[in-house]
């Protein structure tokens, strides 16, 4: 009984933190809200890349097998998390640079790049977000929590997806991205959208009917077949302060 209760205590003290409050720590610490724009001191985590560090360790330290132990809900955020702390790394490590595609070679794009080691597999940035999140959860709302560090994206998160408060994230991170106007302009005849709409339309087909359909739940102005949909430029510009 004595070596049972132990190798629990030993168990729970290594088991992955689903509160992931590491990275609370980082995003309380190393981000700023201005307007409605999230912006992140990329200079300050150069200088200091230990909470990061320590979050990727985390990270890097789920194993295949617990993993599989995780429910639905805990996977997501837990992807979710690891695409936004990794997009954080991947700038760290090339700061100071404008953009995220200036890291993007000429055949090759900075989300190609295989510098992410999770669960013994050499990842990029898309393979967690195209082969991971969007072919394993049907869900649309990620498009508006995961963070390409650029001021056209939506906002980073200021807290950690968790599975206990993640539909009101997701939520709140839809609505968040909808009302700013520096990113989308909707009226009843023409909604102005973030490129986003565009590049993820059938995402938003297949699991809301519509683009038109998806933002009417999220404005007070009627969106229907006869209002114009046209896209804005899209800003790669940096997310630093």
């Not at 106007?181 to 709409?197: D, E, P």
Request: aromatic share 14%; charged share 30%.
């Amino acid at each position: 009984m004595k070596y049972i209760l132990l190798f629990l205590l030993s168990f729970s003290a290594y088991a992955f933190d689903h509160e992931h409050k590491v990275w609370n720590q980082f995003l309380m610490a190393k981000t700023k809200m201005k307007g409605k724009q999230v912006l992140v001191d990329y200079q300050s985590i150069k200088m200091d890349p230990s909470l990061l560090k320590k979050y990727l360790e985390q990270l890097e330290g789920v194993t295949k097998s617990e993993f599989q132990e995780f429910n639905e809900k805990q996977k997501l955020s837990y992807w979710i998390n690891a695409y936004n702390a990794y997009t954080v790394k991947l700038i760290v490590d090339n700061y100071p640079v404008k953009s995220i595609k200036d890291l993007g070679g000429f055949l090759s794009s900075p989300w190609s790049k295989e510098f992410i080691k999770l669960m013994g597999q050499e990842m990029s940035l898309d393979d967690i977000e195209h082969k991971t999140i969007r072919k394993n959860f049907k869900e649309a709302r990620i498009h508006f929590v995961v963070n390409c560090a650029s001021m056209g994206c939506p906002s980073l998160y200021r807290e950690a997806i968790v599975a206990d408060k993640i539909e009101e994230q997701l939520e709140a991170a839809t609505k968040h991205f909808l009302t700013n106007s520096a990113k989308n302009q909707i009226s009843k005849k023409h909604a102005k959208l973030s490129k986003i709409f565009d590049w993820y339309e059938g995402d938003f087909e297949k699991y809301h009917g519509s683009v038109r359909k998806f933002i009417q739940k999220y404005t007070s102005e009627k969106v229907d077949k006869d209002t114009r949909v046209s896209y804005l430029d899209y800003d790669w510009s940096l997310n630093k302060f």
